[in-house]
């Protein structure tokens, strides 16, 4: 096998790195596991990723990449065969709500918001990508669809994002409810979150009709 180098090398330590800081927290985390997980140099690692701070900081942009990626936008659960908006963005919410009840999602946040104080750029960072993110693209797709004004738009974003996500995430984050052990995937969203409760509250907050179908 070929030796990585350059951004290679750099995605191989990031996500070696994202299982190190998962399994022991950032305080028992280590540059010297995270080389050895990695199977390069420490040399090459701190070339990388000059602290254990840059490191975790890399760690939490791979993160929201993969996250956000994982997620879409509410237009990518609009398909022929269920073309109604507002299930759309049920199912939107649903898969959101999926994907923070990953047990590797709710470790990610506790580490987050145990190390907020210390390190409050990297947390404010995860944040954005957890919540701030995804309510936007709720929000942009509202005003899009149901012609709401941007401040409509928003406000009715962050009331369905705190009705059917918050909840059930508080719940996960103090162990409640239990974690989706396996990353979640989209076949299985009916058995992972309850979308008829979910529906429920977004169809209530929403406006009567799509500004267009």
């Known amino acids: 096998m070929a030796a990585r180098r350059g951004e290679k090398l750099r995605e191989h330590i990031l996500m070696a790195a994202k299982d190190v800081f998962l399994e022991a927290g950032f305080e028992r985390t280590s540059m010297d596991v995270v080389a050895q997980r990695a199977e390069t140099s420490k040399r090459s690692l701190y070339a990388h ?4 701070d840059a490191l975790f900081s890399g760690v939490v942009a791979l993160v929201r990449e993969l996250y956000l990626d994982r997620l879409g936008s509410p237009e990518h659960y609009v398909t022929p ?3 109604d908006p507002a299930d759309a963005l049920v199912r939107y919410c649903g898969r959101l709500l999926q994907l923070l009840l990953w047990s590797s999602s709710l470790r990610t946040l506790r580490m987050g918001i145990a190390e907020a104080e210390r390190v409050p750029e ?6 954005e990508a957890v919540f701030e993110a995804p309510t936007a693209r709720i929000s942009a797709y509202l005003s899009r669809t ?5 401040e409509e738009a928003r406000e009715t974003a962050e009331a369905i994002v705190g009705r059917t996500v918050h909840p059930e995430l508080v719940q996960g984050l103090l162990g409640v409810r239990a974690p989706i052990a396996e990353q979640p995937s989209k076949t299985a ?3 992972d979150v309850d979308l008829d409760l979910i529906a429920a509250s977004v169809r209530q907050l929403l406006p009567r009709k799509p500004a267009r179908s």
């Open 189 to 191: 969203l009916a058995t």
């Open 49 to 52: 990723f000059p602290s254990k």
């Open 122 to 127: 990297i947390a404010s960072g995860y944040y």
């Open 146 to 150: 149901w012609g709401l004004t941007q």
């Open 81 to 83: 065969d269920r073309a």
